[in-house]
T-cell receptor, first 115, second 114 residues
Framework: AQTVTQSQPEMSVQEAETVTLSCTYD???????LFWYKQPPSRQMILVIR??????QNATENRFSVNFQKAAKSFSLKISDSQLGDTAMYFC????????????FGTGTSLTVIP | EAQVTQNPRYLITVTGKKLTVTCSQN?????MSWYRQDPGLGLRQIYYSMNVEVTDKGDVPEGYKVSRKEKRNFPLILESPSPNQTSLYFC?????????????FGQGTRLTVV
């Protein structure tokens, strides 16, 4: 079974500061991808960042970066220079390939950026 | 514009009254799926489809049906809705394979069954 765990239901950060959201997962697969999705109050699911499991280099997208520790099955998201628009629910997700691209989501972390 | 369109966005219905939530994508994606989102549980997959006429159960399929008669459409059918199906529903589509693993989500459908 594949599971994704986000142990921080809620977090807050001051504007312009840095925050890290944690995620761990469990799988016996070797070929998979990991994602962070953002869900603002509009409810739209927006892809933040993606990491291929076979790549050792951590993915980065502007102010967003990940710390991918494959052996520890850990996939944390770092948001630098936090902005008010980063306020949202963040979901960590895992996907097994070639199974209909089935996503397994964590329970989410609600992030509030404080002015 | 590439998008996944769900309708309706909001729906209140009564127990036992059959309903359909439509989902359509304009990206020619093979893979489509339905998720439900509940507080404290994240998103859980209901059904998925790898191509036309190919569907399979996800993690929480009980009480739901789907069909995939055309590549672009993947409706979710609740034959006899019950209050425990009150939830936020998302349709998603993607291309198969390692190089195209981003899922595109619809805007969500807030369903309330009373």
């Amino acid at each position: 079974a594949q599971t994704v765990t986000q142990s921080q239901p809620e977090m807050s950060v001051q504007e312009a500061e840095t925050v890290t959201l944690s995620c761990t997962y469990d799988t016996s697969e070797n070929n998979y991808y990991l994602f962070w999705y953002k869900q603002p109050p509009s409810r739209q699911m927006i892809l933040v960042i993606r990491q291929e499991a076979y790549k050792q280099q951590n993915a980065t997208e502007n102010r967003f970066s990940v710390n991918f520790q494959k052996a520890a099955k850990s996939f944390s998201l770092k948001i630098s220079d936090s902005q008010l628009g980063d306020t949202a629910m963040y979901f960590c997700a895992f996907i097994r390939l070639n199974t209909g691209n089935q996503f397994y989501f964590g329970t989410g972390t609600s992030l509030t950026v404080i002015p | 514009e590439a998008q996944v369109t769900q309708n309706p966005r909001y729906l209140i219905t009564v127990t036992g009254k059959k309903l359909t939530v439509t989902c359509s994508q304009n990206m020619n994606h093979e893979y489509m799926s339905w998720y439900r989102q509940d507080p404290g549980l994240g998103l859980r997959q209901i059904y998925y489809s790898m191509n036309v006429e190919v569907t399979d159960k996800g993690d929480v399929p009980e009480g739901y049906k789907v069909s995939r008669k055309e590549k672009r459409n993947f409706p979710l059918i609740l034959e006899s809705p019950s209050p425990n199906q009150t939830s936020l529903y998302f349709c998603a589509s993607s291309l198969p394979g390692a190089m195209n693993t981003e899922a595109f989500f619809g805007q969500g459908t807030r369903l309330t069954v009373v």
